[in-house]
């Protein structure tokens, strides 16, 4: 038996909504007892049966001790284009960012479209990486929407969802027979809400920035308009849904609807929707092009508040490496995407220092709700849940260096950014993956 008992913790529980000082004992990779300070160590080792040499400590220093993040759409550049991002540099920027669970995407190249190809994602995620590695299956073969992959045999072999990615499937009828076969098999469908005729080709979102700027842009009424004909076929097959990213005001009546309706559907945004706007483009600064693009301070405030309310579920990294080449050309040739695994927790903190987000509130949609909507134990400070915790500082300031970054891509919209929060201490199933032991 292997204990660990961390003493002098500001426990963050999502679960219970407590925020408050005490010890948590880790036992055999497994949360055994949390309890609040003072506490009798030896006491307690006694009434477990525990030997007190067989137990290690970790002194908090009185700062928090929370659910590691579970992050939803994390791509790892393996196979095919592995001089962006392996799933050795992944899962480091991962355990540095306190990132315990990364849930992966299939867009890579070739796509994660057949058994054998996640099979090779599974071996090579056990072989490299410190953290969990969760795959997503593409929903339709090469992700080209004509036609469904084979569920059945990606969920056997370990898929935890079924995703196209940015690629919606404009084929509403190849889409609802993914849906109905995968409600048959109780199989998550991760979807883009984007209409994707509106959508091609842009760079910007519309409005008097992207005017000025002379950008190609696309309305928000796109996300409104993919996330209705998204509904109405969850509606018609009863397929569990997710929505990766809401970044509109315009979409969020069509979601409340439809939970007030009973449909299983949850939605997800990403940080740099939540923290950045399309102001922050400026002089079409290319590591701000994202998709969807970034949205008005109107949007990002609508979602904020969405987030608040427990509208949106989830806040996921959306981690998408590119290497300088892709990224250092005109502003509307240059590839969208952002890393964000090391970024995700002292940006998402901006919420609790800026916006007044409790720190259990922030880490339910972090850590526990993905957890929750993927049927997984994490998330959870609660006896029997997995020992994957993150030991962070919420207030300690320091200005964001990309070159320190542990991605094989440094593609970070916030390099030079003052931050506050940073990780200490990383633990995946009672092991120590980052910080000085």
Same mark, same amino acid.
């Given at each position: ?7 002098n ?22 949360i ?63 355990a ?12 890579? *190249? ?14 090579r ?35 935890v ?11 509403t ?8 076969y ?5 199989? $998550? ?21 992207a ?15 993919? =996330?209705?004909?998204?509904? &109405? ?10 929505a ?10 069509? =979601?409340?609807?439809?939970k ?10 990403s ?7 399309e ?14 693009p970034?949205?008005?301070?109107e ?16 806040? *996921? ?18 590839? *969208?995407?952002?890393?964000? $695994? ?33 049927? =997984?134990? &994490?998330?959870?400070? &609660? ?25 094989? *891509? ?10 506050q ?17």
């Open positions: 038996m292997h204990s660990i008992a961390f003493t913790a500001r426990l963050i529980d999502p679960e219970a909504g407590t925020d408050g000082y005490g010890t948590l004992l880790a036992t055999d990779g497994r055994a007892e949390t309890l609040t300070e003072p506490v009798d160590l030896e006491g307690l080792f006694r009434a477990r049966n525990i030997a007190r040499d067989a137990v290690g400590t970790v002194d908090c220093g009185g700062k928090c001790l929370a659910p590691g993040i579970v992050d939803i759409g994390v791509k790892v550049c393996e196979p095919g284009e592995r001089h962006k991002e392996s799933y050795r540099s992944a899962g480091l920027a991962a540095a960012g306190g990132v315990t669970t990364m849930v992966t995407r299939p867009d890579t *190249s070739p796509p994660i479209d057949s058994p054998e190809a996640l099979e090779f994602v599974r071996r995620a056990n072989e490299a990486a410190p953290v969990n590695v969760l795959p997503m299956a593409a929903l339709t073969k090469g992700r080209a929407g004509r036609e469904m992959t084979e569920i059945g045999f990606l969920l056997d072999a370990g898929a969802a079924f995703t196209d990615c940015d690629h919606v499937i404009a084929d009828k190849v889409f609802s027979r993914a849906l109905t995968a409600r048959a098999l109780g199989a $998550l469908v991760i979807a883009h809400p984007q209409d994707p005729g509106l959508s091609a080709g842009a760079a910007a979102t519309s409005g008097k920035f005017s000025l700027r002379g950008l190609a842009a696309v309305s928000p009424m796109a996300e409104r308009m993919g =996330l209705d004909r998204d509904i &109405a076929l969850v509606e018609m097959t009863g397929a569990r849904y997710h990766d990213q809401i970044t509109t005001r315009r979409a969020l009546p069509a =979601l409340a609807r439809a007030r309706n009973g449909l299983d559907i949850t939605a997800g945004v940080i740099h929707h939540l923290t950045l706007n102001l922050d483009v400026a002089d079409y600064r290319t590591f701000f092009k994202v998709k969807p970034l949205r008005s301070e949007d990002r405030q609508g979602v904020i508040e969405a987030l608040r309310d427990g509208l949106i579920d989830v806040i *996921s990294s959306m981690h998408t490496p590119q290497d300088e080449e892709s990224k250092r050309l005109p502003f509307e040739e240059a590839a *969208s995407g952002a890393v964000a $695994l090391e970024t995700l927790l002292p940006a998402a903190l901006r919420l609790h220092h800026g916006a007044g987000f409790d720190l259990p509130a922030l880490f339910r949609a972090l850590s526990l709700n993905p957890a929750r909507r993927l049927g =997984l134990p &994490a998330g959870r400070l &609660a006896p029997g849940a997995p020992a994957d915790l993150v030991l962070f500082d919420p207030d300690l300031p320091f200005v964001m260096d990309r070159t320190t970054l542990r991605s094989k *891509s440094r593609n970070t919209p916030f390099d030079g950014a003052r931050m929060g940073r990780v200490l201490g990383t633990w995946v199933a009672g092991r120590r993956v980052f910080g000085s032991a």
